[in-house]
Nanobody
Framework: QVQLVESGGGLVQAGGSLRLSCAAS????????MAWFRQAPGKEREFVAV????????YYADSVKGRFTISRDNAKNTVYLQMNSLKPEDTAVYYC???????????????WGQGTQVTVSS
């Protein structure tokens, strides 16, 4: 059974940093793309970042480029999201997702975590 567990969310002031982690279990994910999405209250789930199986292909949403960094450790079946220079508009529930295919559309992904709340105060 595939399970994704996010951690690292919390409350931070604008300009601060957080590091999210997502640990995957249930199978080997070394050949899976791993992604982060987020959903703010009243808004649709939106793409944040994705990394392919070997870390050589990475995409970011324009809104986070230069501030967020996605990385992965295949030995630990874990994907990370380092978030710097956080803004109040980054406030959302952040979800990790995995799939064999690399993409930026939420409907592509079959496996999702439960989400972790990130709140950025102004």
């Amino acid at each position: 059974q595939v399970q994704l567990v996010e951690s690292g969310g919390g409350l931070v002031q604008a300009g601060g940093s957080l590091r999210l982690s997502c640990a995957a279990s249930g199978r080997t994910f070394s050949n899976y793309a791993m992604a982060w999405f987020r959903q703010a209250p009243g808004k649709e789930r939106e793409f944040v970042a994705v990394i392919n199986w070997n870390g050589r292909t990475i995409y970011y949403a324009d809104s986070v480029k230069g501030r967020f960094t996605i990385s992965r450790d295949n030995a630990k079946n874990t994907v990370y999201l380092q978030m710097n220079s956080l803004k109040p508009e980054d406030t959302a529930v952040y979800y990790c997702a995995v799939d064999l295919r690399l993409g930026v559309v939420a409907t592509l992904y079959d496996y999702w975590g439960q989400g972790t709340q990130v709140t950025v105060s102004s």
